[in-house]
């Protein structure tokens, strides 16, 4: 068994760092994507769901999976039918689209990721105003084109692709970025040996970036979002990693019908009936 522990993390100093984020809760002010920062996709939701992973690493609580399911609806809503005719997802941006394809696979969300896969990359890159390198976009491209075909038929393209900062950004790509490509391109060379290095080394490299003074308590340390869902992938292509680490919350890999479990759906019931209460 591989294993990769968490940094330190109080649940109750849970926050969003400001210095780079796109599409945070609506009712705040919205702050320009930052071409030196991380631009994390926020959601109210993400952040409970980040204090909750804190005391439920694994996500065996079904009031986790609510957390978890309702961050998935609102992060890739901003990309489908409905948030695109509110201009959602001009806000979103391509780091926000990239979060709705991650959270897609964790969720095993079939219909929005047909909307995902079928979203114009371009319009990405018009609402990015320069603040975001080429190869964000070119790997959107990648990522839609191997989910209609099968990740091995974009890896020689993949692995050309230059990940490479000209805004400075690059402590980022090579900390959060890069990290998450290089095990996508294990996962579509089919090697499951470099798979379980490579995840081990990317999950270090998480831990190096968000364990410092300014990162240690964001939402986005508490696990990863890009590696957690390449996980999903792999486990459901038929492989399963013996690295067991809190920054992959085993049970959304382990049990791929978390979303539609009678579990969840009692928790959104219970969730459901307390609202009601409490409105009536």
Known sequence: MIEVPRHDIDAR?????????????VSLARLPARPDGPNFSRSMDGTLLARMLVTDPAAQRPRTWCFAHATEQTVTRRFRAPGIEYGFDRHGKVSGWRAAFWWALIARDVDAMGE??????????????????????EWAALLQQAWRYGPKTVYAATRALPVTSRLG???????????????????????????????????????????????????????????????????????RTPLRSPYLPATFIDRPDWPHSPELADELSRVESARTRATG
């Open 169 to 239: 950004a690059q402590q980022v790509t090579e900390f959060l970025h890069r990290p998450a490509l290089d095990l996508f391109l294990r996962l579509a060379d089919g090697d499951s040996e470099g798979f379980d290095w490579q995840l081990t080394q990317s999950l270090r490299l998480h831990r190096t970036f968000f364990d410092t003074p300014t990162w240690c308590h964001d939402p986005e340390a508490v696990f990863s979002l890009p590696l957690l869902a390449l996980c999903c992938w792999a486990r459901d292509l038929g492989y």
């Open 116 to 137: 995902l896969v079928d979203y114009p990359v371009d319009r990405l890159r018009e609402f990015g105003n320069g603040a975001f390198d080429d190869y964000h976009y």
């Open 13 to 25: 100093s849970i926050r969003e760092v400001d210095a780079g984020s796109v599409a945070p809760v």
